[in-house]
């Protein structure tokens, strides 16, 4: 079935450093949608991309999207310690209704 | 309030003792999925359900049930539970598969 890498697992990173997540599919994904979950919290829906490409920012977050539709990543500038949490990449079959999920990638942020 | 709700929030019980997480949501939301979170494992779908009786299994379905009797009930059932199977679950529902907004989460712990 479809599968979704995500690294790195863990990231720590000093208070106004920047940090990236990378997920990676086998298969071209028909979008990529992106989640945050809080230390003892549920994910939170963060973003969806669609296209190739694509590229949206929220605030100090940059969501891109590859070209060949495989690929996408969060970056995060300036972090501050509000952004600690696991950042989850998850693939939607569409017509299907089948969720993959990364295995998220874990921030703390020192401040 | 938009929400989905989760009971029990937590649950500890024993082997072979049949239990229902039950899982409601108030947005008139068609899809409706099951997660379950384990360390190092991310999300993994379970269950989902695009409409009312149209059920389908995700990617570790053995050992569940679920029924979608009403569009806003989604119970998740464990016929015989085992200790493999503790773990935290997550209900998820969605308008169109695009944005999830998930619930509180059920802590279950099999004896």
């Known amino acids: 079935g479809q599968q979704v890498m995500q690294i790195p697992q863990y990231q720590h990173v000093q208070e106004g450093e920047d940090f990236t997540t990378y997920c990676n599919s086998s298969?071209?994904?028909?979008?990529i949608q992106w989640y945050k979950q809080r230390p003892g919290g549920h994910p939170v829906f963060l973003i969806q991309?669609?296209?190739?490409?694509e590229v949206k920012k929220q605030k100090r977050l940059t969501f891109q999207f590859g070209e060949a539709k495989k690929n996408s990543s969060l970056h995060i500038t300036a972090t501050q310690t509000t952004d600690v949490g696991t950042y989850f990449c998850?693939?939607?079959?569409?017509?299907?209704?089948?969720?993959?999920f990364g295995d998220g990638t874990t921030l703390t942020v020192k401040p | 309030e938009a929400q989905v709700t989760q009971n029990p929030r937590y649950l500890i019980t024993v082997t072979g003792k049949k239990l229902t997480v039950t899982c409601s949501q108030n947005m008139n939301h068609e899809y409706m999925s099951w997660y379950r979170q384990d360390p190092g494992l991310g999300l993994r779908q379970i269950y989902y359900?695009?409409?009312?009786?149209?059920?389908d299994k995700g990617d570790v379905p053995e050992g569940y049930k679920v029924s979608r009797k009403e569009k806003r009930n989604f119970p998740l059932i464990l016929e015989s539970p085992s200790p493999n199977q503790t773990s935290l679950y997550f209900c998820?529902?969605?308008?169109?598969?695009?944005?999830?907004?998930f619930g509180p989460g059920t802590r279950l712990t099999v004896l």
């Open positions: 998820a529902s969605s308008l169109n598969t695009d944005t999830q907004y």
């Open positions: 359900s695009m409409n009312v009786e149209v059920t």
């Open positions: 298969t071209t994904l028909s979008n």
């Open positions: 991309l669609v296209k190739s490409g």
């Open positions: 998850a693939a939607h079959n569409t017509n299907a209704g089948k969720s993959t």
